[in-house]
Structure formats: structure tokens, C-alpha cells
């Protein structure tokens, strides 16, 4: 029943940026973590990174140096600035939602694809 909502996805050339959105529902109440995942083609899906509100951000090392995960509690609304893409950054990018309780909720996915 919970509905999240991206954005942002698109075609962008190598070393370009792109800002992912998700927003979730304003009066969802008891998040605990906020995050991205990819599934480049024909693998599986990866952590990109995550946020949490009592231990901050986490990145996979592969995006650590370009990508910046942030959140805005009041929107319920988690972001991710990619900057300086590469083409093995193409991916469908999902946004997930872990609350204290319940089921956790993905995003519909976005895709990314970075040109060379």
C-alpha cells in the first residue's frame, strides 16, 4: 500500500550528473533507513548506498568517491546526486524503505544509462 515515488532517471554521457528522488508517503511514520540499490543488465541488485538516522550514510566502494546520498525527513524524501558517471554505472536504480516495523518497500526502479 505504500507508494514510493522516483525520479530522475535518464541517458547522460560519461562524467555527467544526474539526482535520483524517492519520495515516500508525508505521514509514514517509524523510518529506519532510506536507500539505493542497482541491478546492472544481467546481474544482481547491488547496494549503492544507504542512510540512517542514527549512523549517517553508507556507500559501496564503487561510488563512494562520486555519489552523495541525502534525506529529507520533513518530505520523506530520499536523493542521490551521481556525479562523474561511468558507463558501468547503468543500471535500473530502486529506492527502498525499512521501517521499525512491517514490510520493507522498493521503488518501481528508474533507469540510468550512461553513455561512453
Known amino acids: 500500500q505504500v507508494q514510493l515515488v522516483e525520479s530522475g532517471g535518464g541517458l547522460v554521457q560519461t562524467g555527467g550528473s544526474l539526482r535520483l528522488s524517492c519520495a515516500a508517503p508525508?505521514?509514514?511514520?517509524?523510518?529506519?533507513?532510506m536507500g539505493w540499490y542497482r541491478q546492472p543488465p544481467g546481474q544482481q541488485r547491488e547496494l549503492v548506498a544507504v542512510i540512517t538516522s542514527v549512523l549517517g550514510a553508507t556507500y559501496a566502494d564503487s561510488v563512494k568517491d562520486r555519489f552523495t546520498i541525502s534525506r529529507d525527513n520533513s518530505k520523506n524524501t530520499v536523493y542521490l546526486q551521481m556525479n562523474s558517471l561511468k558507463p558501468e554505472d547503468t543500471a535500473v536504480y530502486y529506492c527502498?524503505?525499512?521501517?521499525?516495523?512491517?514490510?520493507?518497500?522498493w521503488g518501481q526502479g528508474t533507469q540510468v544509462t550512461v553513455s561512453s
Open positions: 508525508g505521514s509514514l511514520s517509524g523510518i529506519r533507513t
Open positions: 527502498k524503505l525499512s521501517r521499525n516495523w512491517g514490510p520493507d518497500y
